[in-house]
């Protein structure tokens, strides 16, 4: 198994260029989600999915859009990029756990360098 | 915000040794993971405990639960070079799908 793969790797934007960032797992994991992490700071939920055609907003949604068409795939876009959205982006994926609610341990991709200019 | 914060932000140990870090969380959860991050990589999962539990074992990992004090300490016995990372606390709010995690505990192991 790839696991969760994210591509680019890294990337530059100028403000206001637009760009989708690529996640996609091949675990057959139910939820997905993307993080971003700025520098002295843990990891902030943008967005996440419990299943295909079900996306929701996490802690820091904004200039963000999602979507989730099948399983294996949860490409994030920038809409309109600008620098305070320069970070790393990290996509993870896991089972639902046992009870209605329980989401298991989280597998994570090697992330997404961005720098918007 | 949400966000956990981990105390020491940084801690130096020789090998051998063991390592010791809190996590202080703000909301009732489900459970709450540890994960451990390398310098410019991607998160690796440690170890869940779930809220009705108080302690879990894994390998060289302790960690401990007090839901009352909203906090959690992750001790690392016997700690190796390898070791050296930032470590987070990550916990699933109890309404479900949604995680939060702390700002990190970065740990350098001197052989």
């Known amino acids: 198994n790839a696991g969760v793969t994210q591509t680019p790797k890294f990337q530059v934007l100028k403000t206001g260029q637009s760009m989708t960032l690529q996640c996609a797992q091949d675990?057959?994991?139910?939820?997905m989600s993307w993080y971003r992490q700025d520098p002295g700071m843990g990891l902030r939920l943008i967005h996440y999915?419990?299943?295909?055609?079900?996306?929701d907003q996490g802690e820091v949604p904004n200039g963000y859009n999602v979507s989730r068409s099948t399983t294996e795939d949860f490409p994030l876009r920038l809409l309109s990029a600008a620098p305070s959205q320069t970070s790393v982006y990290f996509c993870?994926?896991?089972?639902?756990?046992?009870?209605?609610?329980?989401?298991?341990?989280?597998?994570f991709g090697p992330g997404t360098r961005l720098t918007v200019l | 915000s949400q966000q956990g914060e981990e105390d020491p932000q940084a801690l130096s140990i020789q090998e051998g040794e063991n390592a010791t870090m809190n996590c202080s969380y703000k909301?009732?959860?489900?459970?709450l993971q540890w994960y451990r991050q390398n310098s410019g990589r991607g998160l690796v999962h440690l170890i869940l405990?779930?809220?009705?539990?108080r302690e879990k074992h894994s390998g060289r990992l302790r960690v401990t639960l007090d839901t009352s004090k909203k906090s959690s300490s992750l001790l690392i016995t016997a700690s190796r070079a390898a070791d050296t990372a930032s470590y987070f606390c990550?916990?699933?709010?109890?309404?479900?799908?949604?995680?939060?995690f702390g700002t990190g505990t970065s740990l350098t192991v001197i052989p």
């Open positions: 993870a994926s896991s089972h639902q756990g046992r009870g209605e609610e329980d989401i298991d341990e989280q597998f």
């Open positions: 675990m057959n994991h139910e939820y």
């Open positions: 909301t009732s959860i489900n459970n």
């Open positions: 405990i779930r809220s009705n539990e």
């Open positions: 990550a916990t699933e709010s109890n309404t479900g799908n949604q995680f939060y």
């Open positions: 999915s419990v299943g295909a055609g079900i996306t």
